[in-house]
């Protein structure tokens, strides 16, 4: 098929997916500001996709806690009806894997009604300790040297499958994001395996890829990576669109950039 005006669109660009707030100490900007950015930008839907993780043991908590979810489902009640007929509000969650925490994980996700849940890895565990494979705190990309980046970016991986496998989860986040600071990162044959593997798992949970356009800003092109979107739409995965934006401003960040983008990946 050549280029035709009356193809599909490969996303839906009208709809961010993945936004954060000030409630996860990481971020700035207030729940309001971040649907009023998304105002301005002409966005049909907002999704928040606030960070939850268990039984992390790490110095910088960088995620909401109970009570911080009890104020977030009140708060965007409150902005869903302030805001109803103008934008779609949606609350959902950013889950942090934690193979140790599964039935912690699974009770803490039964507590609310989500209309999104996003599966990420946010920690690698080496002696008791957790580090956190997206920082780029010194610290912690020491660390991933002394243990060797091929083996770490071997367990992200395989937590990611063991994640989609263990738990109801309908979009995974950022997917070759990890170590995303490291410098020369490159896939290994065995990390291209898995690769597929977890796309299959994806794909026969029904659950969408996330195309994350911070990745514009990390690298010049979204996570994940060009091949690994060609292989989702390959195999019929749906690709949801999301800023993971970190401040009001960054709200549907690069989304004007995506269908040019997506169009020369489409198989
Ligand atoms: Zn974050
Ligand atoms: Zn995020």
Known sequence: MTHSPYKQPLVDT????????FLCRHAIG????YVQAALRKGLRSLTFLEHMEAEIQYPHRS??????FDFYFEEGQRLREVYQGQIEVRLGVEMGYNPDAVDTLRKKLGQYPWDSVGLSCHFFLHDGQHYNLLSNRRENLQKFADFGV??????YLAMLIEGVQRIDCTVLCHLDAGLRHMPGILFNDEHKRQIHALLEAVHGRGMALEVNTSGFDYRGNPFPADWIITKALEMGIPLSPGSDAHRPEEVGRHFDRLPAYLEVLRP
């Not at 009208?14 to 707030?21: A, E, I, L, M």
């Not at 207030?30 to 500001?33: D, F, K, Q």
């Not at 995620?63 to 911080?68: F, G, I, S, V």
């Open 63 to 68: 995620w909401l806690e109970e009570l911080d």
């Open 30 to 33: 207030a729940m309001e500001e």
């Open 14 to 21: 009208s709809k961010d997916g993945h936004v954060h707030t």
């Open 150 to 155: 091929d083996t770490v970016l071997h367990s």
